[in-house]
């Protein structure tokens, strides 16, 4: 009979009251969990809402001084024309260029009515105010309009920089074991 109250009294209250505190303890990290899953707070905006806001004017005029004045500019590729080589979502640098430093093949930026274009040159055309760029995205079978030399901004310098996830996520998810 004594042996049967010092088992119960070893036993039985003390993993019930240390599961909780470490239930507890794990409930703390549970929203640091999630938020280290949770994509970055920045705005992210559709090009149709960009659009319907008139917001899409002002970053691209953003963009295009930035590349005027220090002749560079990297940014993310949102849309998948360019692939295999580009892929959506990857960080890429683009160099000012002059009609005259572009050849057949070269990956330019160009500024459209819609926006701005990344795409591969075709075809050179000569035309009366300088050069005609015809360019088409390696995933299309159709070429684009033709473009002037002044929409040219400038050329892919061919580094892609694999921003697409933060190192901090990446890290934060290989410590939580997650799937990268």
């Given at each position: 009979m004594v042996q049967a109250i010092a088992f119960r009294g070893l036993f039985s209250p003390a993993p019930i009251q240390s599961q909780t505190t470490e239930n507890d303890r794990l409930r703390h990290l549970l929203?640091?969990?999630?938020?280290?899953?949770?994509?970055?707070?920045?705005?992210?905006?559709?090009?149709?809402?960009?659009?319907?806001?008139?917001?899409?004017?002002?970053?691209l005029d953003l963009a295009i001084e930035?590349?005027?004045k220090s002749g560079k500019l990297r940014f993310r590729v949102q849309g998948t024309s360019m692939m295999p080589t580009i892929r959506p979502g990857t960080c890429v640098s683009v160099r000012q260029a002059t009609p005259d430093q572009v050849a057949g093949g070269d990956i330019i930026l160009l500024k459209t009515s819609t926006g701005l274009r990344l795409h591969?040159?075709?075809?050179?055309?000569?035309g009366s105010s300088g050069p005609m760029f015809v360019t088409r995205g390696d995933n299309h079978r159709h070429n684009d309009?033709?473009?002037?030399?002044?929409?040219l901004l400038?050329?892919?310098d061919g580094?892609?920089?694999?921003?697409?996830v933060p190192r901090t996520r990446r890290f934060a998810r290989f410590v939580l074991g997650l799937r990268a």
């Open positions: 929203p640091l969990k999630k938020r280290l899953l949770r994509p970055p707070r920045t705005l992210h905006l559709t090009i149709k809402q960009m659009v319907d806001s008139g917001r899409h004017l002002v970053v930035s590349l005027r591969r040159v075709v075809e050179i055309r000569p309009q033709p473009a002037s030399a002044a929409d400038g050329r892919w580094a892609i920089l694999d921003e697409s």
